[in-house]
């Protein structure tokens, strides 16, 4: 079965407008409660606390977890394999209230053999990246919806694609929070990535729904086709690089990416979709009665 025959089936252009409008939002909706419900796990480059890379060391990442737990007493030491389908390396997690020479310590009394990398985080400077990344989102947001009003000169259209974006990046952080990913730099800059992608699907769509002549039914089916190639040949490189990363930054990315992905193919195809259909049919409903009401007087 090919692409065009799998969009035939899907039929979103048959769908009742309130459906297509409707499911998205109530996913909208229950991804806000996650996150308020949940929060959110700062990484350590957001929060502060010492990072260490281990190799040669043949012990069980969760047993040394539990080991180092219960050395330190706090449950805040994290200890995760190596991402993707590698496990040569070992990445251990610790909050600013124990000291990285304390750790140094531990780990050259208790397994002299492994080989360690320490990258320590200091509070203050995290709490600087911290707020820059958040800038970041807001600036990268206020100039997204500019650009788009400038270019599309319409309130329905512009909000329908600023309200897919958003929509995209708080169901992933929802998403993010029940699965436990931890917010980093690195998954900050994949969600200013989701933002641009988001965006790049949805300009796609509005441009051949508003801008171009034909049937409004084939120049969705036409637009999905070429947005959906899009975006399944970027989840395919987020996948593989999930899949051959050693690095939990470069992971955190991929993966985030992926689920990001997935959302934005239900906000665009789902949500923005219904939206730009029932504002053209709605409009050309208007220009119908207008025109009835003319050759009627």
Do not use: C
């Not at 297509?20 to 308020?36: E, K, N, T």
């Not at 000291?99 to 140094?104: F, M, Q, T, V």
């Not at 053999?113 to 947001?141: H, M, N, P």
């Not at 409903?285 to 007087?297: D, I, N, T, V």
């Amino acid at each position: 079965m090919n692409l065009d025959e799998i969009i035939d089936r899907i039929n979103i252009t048959g769908r009742d407008r309130r459906i297509l409008i409707g499911f998205p939002l109530i996913l909208l909706l229950l991804s806000v409660i996650v996150i308020a419900t949940n929060g959110m796990t700062l990484g350590t480059d957001l929060e502060g606390g010492t990072q260490i890379t281990i190799t040669n060391l043949s012990v069980d990442a969760d047993a040394l977890q539990q080991e180092l737990q219960d050395r330190f007493n706090s449950a805040q030491l994290k200890v995760k394999p190596a991402p993707g389908l590698q496990s040569d390396l070992i990445f251990v997690e610790a909050p600013t209230s124990i000291p990285s020479g304390e750790l140094e310590s531990f780990f050259r009394d208790n397994y002299p053999e492994a080989d360690l990398s320490f990258s320590v985080f200091d509070a203050t400077v995290s709490s600087s990246f911290r707020e820059q990344a958040t800038q970041a989102l807001i600036f990268a947001f206020i100039g997204m919806s500019i650009i788009v009003f400038i270019v599309f000169r319409s309130p329905v259209p512009s909000l329908a694609v600023v309200l897919s974006a958003v929509s995209d990046i708080i169901i992933t952080v929802a998403i993010m929070s029940a699965l436990g990913i931890t917010l980093t730099l690195g998954t900050i800059a994949a969600l200013l990535m989701v933002i641009g992608y988001s965006v790049d699907s949805d300009i796609l769509l509005t441009t051949r729904i508003i801008k171009r002549r034909g049937e409004l039914n084939e120049k969705v089916r036409r637009a999905m086709k070429t947005g959906v190639t899009m975006t399944l040949t970027t989840l395919a490189a987020m996948f593989v690089l999930w899949a051959v990363s050693q690095h939990p930054t470069l992971d955190s990315i991929a993966i985030v990416l992926i689920f990001a992905l997935v959302i934005d193919l239900i906000n665009t195809w789902m949500l923005n979709t219904g939206i730009l259909m029932w504002y053209i049919e709605n409009k050309e409903g208007k220009k119908l009665s207008r025109r009835k009401r003319r050759s009627s007087a």
